[in-house]
Antibody, heavy 121, light 107 residues
Framework: QLQLQESGPGLVKSSETLSLTCTVS??????????WGWIRQPPGKGLEWIGN???????YYNPSLRSRITISVDTSKNHFSLKLTSVTATDTAVYYC?????????????WGQGTLVTVSS | SSELTQDPAVSVALGQTVRITCQGD??????ASWYQQKPGQAPILVMY???DRPSGIPDRFSGSDSGNTASLTITGAQAEDEADYYC??????????FGGGTKLTVL
């Protein structure tokens, strides 16, 4: 059974960089079929797609966040990572990682449990 | 527009049928996927593609699409179906977007 687990600091200071890692177990990140994505959810609000990465390193980013985000992949460690720079209170959210099939019937089929990141002033 | 629009809230009587809709231009070229989220939990995939259910999702959940609108139908809603439901779709640039979510109340 594929499992994804987010890890990283739960508290980040305003203007600094948020860094999270998603470790994949029970399957290989070296899949030609799937992308690997980050999604976030501010408290009490809806889901927001952040971006996807392919195992070769190709990326797709949410245009509204593109200038601040970097998603990278380390196939040797079977994990992928998110960096979000210059954070503010509006970046406080539960951050999820997920596996994404990105064909015409795209979908996120496996999700991590999520990790709450709070931006403090 | 690349946005996906959902009704904020829908209610259904126990055992009745409810349709949750999602509208957006990207749905003319790409299928929607649907996610159920209960309080304090991660979303789970309940529907994708033309009408595909992941393993373990009850067959009372079904999907359909027409033009720029995708629908998730629950036939014979159960108390455990009360949750937030989100649609998602990609666009031609490979970007994804979620709808604003629909809060389903089972009366």
């Amino acid at each position: 059974q594929l499992q994804l687990q987010e890890s990283g600091p739960g508290l980040v200071k305003s203007s600094e960089t948020l860094s999270l890692t998603c470790t994949v177990s029970g399957g290989s990140i070296n899949s030609s079929t799937y992308f690997w994505g980050w999604i976030r959810q501010p408290p009490g609000k809806g889901l927001e797609w952040i971006g996807n990465i392919y195992y070769t390193g190709g990326t797709y980013y949410n245009p509204s966040l593109r200038s601040r985000i970097t998603i990278s992949v380390d196939t040797s460690k079977n994990h992928f990572s998110l960096k979000l720079t210059s954070v503010t209170a509006t970046d406080t959210a539960v951050y999820y990682c997920a596996r994404c099939y990105s064909g015409s019937s795209s979908h996120f089929d496996y999700w991590g449990q999520g990790t709450l990141v709070t931006v403090s002033s | 527009s690349s946005e996906l629009t959902q009704d904020p809230a829908v209610s259904v009587a126990l055992g009745q049928t409810v349709r949750i809709t999602c509208q957006g231009d990207s749905l003319r070229g790409y299928y929607a996927s649907w996610y159920q989220q209960k309080p304090g939990q991660a979303p789970i995939l309940v529907m994708y593609g033309k009408n595909d259910r992941p393993s373990g999702i009850p067959d009372r959940f079904s999907g359909s699409d027409s033009g720029n609108t995708a629908s998730l139908t629950i036939t014979g809603a159960q108390a455990e179906d009360e949750a937030d439901y989100y649609c998602n779709s990609r666009d031609s640039s490979g970007n994804h977007r979620f709808g604003g979510g629909t809060k389903l109340t089972v009366l």
